[in-house]
């Protein structure tokens, strides 16, 4: 069965950093590209961070360009979301999401964000 593990999440105040993970299992982790989402009470969920199966290309939402960055380690089925200067607008729950042309999409749990001043 596919899965995707979230972790790293917490409570933080303004200015600090988190490092988010995302282990997958049950599917081919290598030959799908994998997302980072966000989600706050009332609103729709957010793709913040996403990168190509190889590694090679990543693109980040203006909203976290130049704060966040997304590696993934193919190796050990891993992604992750290195998330520095926190803001209080980060605070939301972060989800990673596995897609392939094709195939169902793919979703972890969640982690929960939490930034305070």
């Known amino acids: 069965q596919a899965q995707l593990v979230e972790s790293g999440g917490g409570l933080v105040q303004t200015g600090g950093s988190l490092r988010l993970s995302c282990v997958g299992s049950?599917?081919?982790?290598?030959?799908?590209?994998m997302m980072w989402y966000r989600q706050t009470p009332g609103s729709e969920r957010e793709l913040v961070a996403s990168?190509?199966?190889?590694?090679?290309?990543?693109n980040y939402d203006d909203s976290i360009k130049g704060r966040f960055t997304m590696s993934r380690d193919n190796a050990k089925n891993s992604v992750y979301l290195q998330m520095n200067s926190l803001k209080l607008d980060d605070t939301a729950v972060y989800y990673c999401?596995?897609?392939?042309?094709?195939?169902?999409?793919?979703w972890g749990q969640g982690t929960v964000v939490t930034v305070r001043e």
């Open positions: 999401n596995a897609e392939r042309p094709g195939q169902l999409r793919i």
């Open positions: 049950g599917f081919s982790f290598s030959e799908h590209d």
């Open positions: 990168m190509s199966a190889d590694g090679s290309e990543a």
